[in-house]
């Protein structure tokens, strides 16, 4: 099982950037799709990006699309989700979740039911 912990969250002003880490350990990230969701307060978790093993494809929810960018770096086990652009509607805590997917090197799930192992969460707090 692949342990996952987030980082890179905190209070920012709309407009602004952050990048958010998910580091792995334990195993190799290369046979694993990885997806941020986030989950606002008071509301359910929602998907917000998916990256394919090897980084072969990737995935965006339509509300992100432009503004946000998810990359992997399977030298450092990482991977990030860089986030322009914030806007006040960003805040949630963002959580970084992974499945293995040996065989399916470009598959990029969307539900939080197709993933097995996540990470504890980091919050993104924007300002207006």
């Known amino acids: 099982q692949v342990q996952l912990v987030e980082s890179g969250g905190g209070l920012v002003q709309a407009g602004g950037s952050l990048r958010l880490s998910c580091a792995a350990s334990?195993?190799?990230?290369?046979?694993?799709?990885v997806g941020w969701f986030r989950q606002a307060s008071g509301k359910e978790r929602a998907f917000v990006a998916a990256?394919?093993?090897?980084?072969?494809?990737?995935s965006y929810a339509d509300a992100v699309k432009g503004r946000f960018t998810i990359s992997s770096d399977n030298a450092k086990n990482t991977v990030y989700l860089q986030i322009n652009s914030l806007e006040p509607e960003d805040t949630a805590v963002y959580y970084c979740?992974?499945?293995?997917?040996?065989?399916?090197?470009?598959?990029?799930?969307?539900?939080?039911?197709?993933?097995?192992?996540w990470g504890q969460g980091t919050q993104v707090t924007v300002s207006s």
């Open positions: 334990g195993r190799a990230l290369s046979t694993y799709a």
């Open positions: 979740a992974a499945t293995l997917v040996p065989l399916r090197p470009y598959y990029t799930p969307r539900t939080t039911a197709e993933y097995n192992s």
């Open positions: 990256i394919s093993g090897r980084a072969t494809s990737t």
